[in-house]
């Protein structure tokens, strides 16, 4: 207020200035949005599109007229391979091989975090730098030598057996997660609770589990991101029958004869990726919130 | 009375560097143990030692007449009280409570009896249904003592649990906890960094320093007879007066010579029975340097001093001179007329004086 009686123009050219440098950074944001939204936006109205609109009209223009036509096929109908049963046997695939995935993965990691974080022995952090390198290793890499693994545990080309790979493979990361956020905790807590006569698991369940929301959620958004879209080890450790959702996928975009119908390709896509959408439309707010509460809370 | 607590031998190493070396502590039923000692020390780890919390090295810990070397902390039946006070911050301040007493299997309606006993005794009734996120730090304090008391314990240990408050309401928590010490008759064992605090609660006082105890004693023997340097200097605020000297043995008794900037040395008298190294450093408390006509008993001497610097404090004014070459502080009665820069008489009391060797820090009468 002192500035704006001394100086009232130089006051008005800063504030004019920086409306315009507000502006132009909204527009900028706009243009990234909208950017980032085209393929969706393709994706969305191609879908709904029938064969025949898609071959006469843009690739950008509205559809005419609305079918939901794609979408049942792509769920029930679309062939992948000899079989054509669309999306929807595989749909429940990667269900019944995410959630148990999911859940081992994340439970095992916060027990790991637990014991790193709170229980330090002798090599403990050796043990956990070694879980880090595992977050660095190549998906590739782990292919044939996993494959045998399997193979030895009479795994190969089942359910179990991927869930198996998916949760070997997450340990690192869900520890990592679990460790950070579990070392923020003060250590007088455990000490306490050791007078008062708990032990391992008791403190584990009754004190850290329940204050482990925030790294739970930003663990499960995590692991179901990278389980439910996993392609590389759905097509390796597979077979038929078994496949995930992002296996079917190629297969009905890529096993198609004839006329490529664009319209069930996009449906097909958006089903797949439907649920990791949810879950973060769900949960994203406690995913940010996650991700910076260890920093945050002492 | 019966011995509630001995710590015999007790060592403990990190790797190859010592903690704690040959600690030896016996206390009795009752007893308030303070553990003082500057950060760093060792107090807290002997803490934990007792606690069962930190393995030790070598020694035995002997807990109401059985030995708890190798017993886990929750069956030394002992409880204890943090800094950061560690309650459970998803569990209500009833549940902090009874946590304990849920673990171990006591029946529903025993632990409701307690919860209630205790939450009257500390006047905490109106918080048990609240988080701890939700009170403010005097009365996480209390929730904290409330889940140790609950407990009913042999030992109550404290690792500086007053050393979050702010300073009122530290005072108001170190009457409470002496307070609480007599009503319950307990034995209890406190660490602090708070030499003052060690001096108010204690019935016993233990001064650490670098893992090795330096004095065992209740608080007057600490305060008026240090065995060393160290503890005279660490115990007592303002601190002891360590002025270097010279002792001559005179007929009469020993004559103390100390030098002054002017040249003039301050000659002082001590008859009792002394057998002084020539080189001495005298301890003098505060309160035993007085203004001259305030102050009288036999061993009372009287000198001409320049003043350096004057400090009201409310109740009584500091005033510094130079000693040897040392700074000195003289305990002076509120309404003294002392400026800065001009003589004032001083009557010092060797009542109470405590004479050290320089060279080894230790106590020589």
Known sequence: ?298 | MSLMLEVKNLYKNYGSVEILKDINVAIEQGDFLVLVGPSGCGKSTLLNCIAGLEQITAGDVVIGGQNMTDVSPKDRDIAMVFQSYALYPTMSVAKNITFGMKVRGVDADTQQKKLNEVAKQLQMEPLLNRKPGQLSGGQRQRVAMGRALVRDPKLFLFDEPLSNLDAKLRVEMRTEIKRLHLDLGATMVYVTHDQIEAMTLATKIVVLKDGIIQQIGSPAEIYNNPKNLFVADFMGSPAMNLIPATAVSKPTGTEIKISRANGDPLVLMDKTKLDLPENVIVGLRPEDIAEAGYRAGKGVQTATCMVDIVEPAGADTYVMTHLGGNEVTARLHAETQAKPGQPLDFAFDLGKVSYFDPETGSRLN
């Open chain 1, 1 to 298: 207020m002192t500035d704006f009686s001394i100086n009232p123009t130089g006051r008005k050219q800063g504030r004019f200035g920086q409306i315009a440098l507000r502006w132009s950074l909204y527009l900028i944001l706009c243009l990234f949005a909208l950017y980032y939204l085209m393929p969706l936006f393709v994706m969305l109205t191609t879908s709904l599109k029938s064969l025949e609109e898609i071959r006469t009209g843009s690739l950008l223009s509205l559809p005419r007229n609305i079918t939901f036509e794609a979408w049942s096929t792509a769920w029930s109908k679309a062939c992948t391979g000899i079989q054509c049963e669309g999306l929807r046997p595989y749909f429940w695939n990667s269900i019944l091989l995410s959630i148990p995935a999911v859940a081992i993965s994340t439970l095992i990691g916060a027990l790991n975090g637990y014991v790193i974080a709170q229980w330090k022995f002798k090599g403990s952090n050796l043990i956990f730098s070694l879980m880090l390198f595992g977050c660095f290793i190549p998906f590739q890499v782990v292919l044939l030598p996993m494959a045998r693994v399997l193979g030895i545990l009479d795994l190969a080309g089942t359910i179990p057996g991927l869930i198996f790979v998916h949760v070997v493979y997450g340990i690192g990361f869900t520890t990592l997660f679990f460790r950070n956020y579990y070392v923020t905790i003060p250590q007088e807590l455990v000490k306490a609770a050791k007078v008062d006569g708990a032990g391992f698991v008791r403190i584990f369940w009754s004190i850290f589990l329940p204050l482990s929301l925030p790294i739970v959620v930003v663990t499960v958004i995590w692991q179901f991101t990278q389980i439910w879209n996993d392609f590389l080890f759905g097509v390796s450790f597979s077979q038929a029958g078994t496949q995930p959702v992002t296996v079917a996928l190629n297969n009905i975009v890529n096993s198609t004869t004839g006329v490529k119908e664009y319209n069930v390709d996009m449906a097909a896509a958006i089903i797949a990726a439907m649920p990791t959408l949810l879950v973060y439309v769900v949960a994203g707010k406690y995913f940010i919130r996650g991700l910076t509460a260890g920093s945050v809370k002492g």
